[in-house]
């Protein structure tokens, strides 16, 4: 079965913007997960702008699900990923002006001193991936500084038009036949919604799904139990296909 993967950044987005401690993040992790999700996501940015420190400690200690701990390669969030021991870390690029992750991380580039971070989760047990745009070159840069699984970047087929669509699935299909020749786990994400997440969710060699924005989005109109059920119901039945 194809994993879905809630991101409950925005809960805290929503919570910072009047301040104290509603809604609580943890509390619609706990709700994702009775609605279907497998495991829980969440971004703890250099600026806490939504998930903050105790946050990424509370979901640890009080969900029993996997906690995926997305994060700059910084050493403030080596620091804090070796305190906290979460189930998987995803390395995501990071820039202070963006709004929201713009784009996969530049491996290539990263030689060294990715590797020396993957070596060093690793070595604690955390399961590492790469937030990577579907680019083989890219795919062949994770398996060299040893990541096991790769996360696709999946906004540039959420954000095209036309032909540009059938254009970015197929680059999305390449690159995950690509990952499983390399032996790579494979898991995608990024602005993926109910009209868009079929033809995704169809790849076989895809593993796990990660989606967060929009679900917290359609939980103004329904609810979150409802809006991970829908999603969830969506995936299923692609897959099934």
Known sequence: ?????????????????????????????????????????????????????????????????????????????????????????CLVPERRTEVTTEGGLDAAAGGST?????????????????????????????????????????GSYAHAAGSGVALELGRLKTAARHAAALGLECHAGHGLDFDNVGPVAAIPELVELNIGHFLVGEAVFGGLGGSVRTMRRLMDSARAT
């Open 114 to 154: 990715l590797a020396d971070y993957v070596a060093r989760l690793r070595k604690v047990g955390i399961r590492v991936s790469l937030f990577i745009d579907p680019d083989p070159r890219q795919l062949d840069a994770a398996k060299r500084v040893g990541a096991p699984v790769v996360e696709l970047h999946t």
């Open 1 to 89: 079965m194809l994993r879905l993967g809630v991101n409950v950044d925005h809960v805290a987005t929503i919570r910072n913007a009047r301040g104290g401690t509603h809604p609580d993040p943890v509390a619609a992790a706990k709700i994702a997960l009775a609605a279907g999700a497998d495991g829980i996501t969440a971004h703890l940015r250099e600026d806490r702008r939504h998930i903050r420190d105790d946050d990424m400690r509370r979901l640890r200690r009080e969900v029993t699900a996997p906690l995926n701990f997305e994060m700059a390669a910084t050493s403030e969030m080596l620091e804090l990923a070796l305190e906290i021991l979460p189930h998987a870390c």
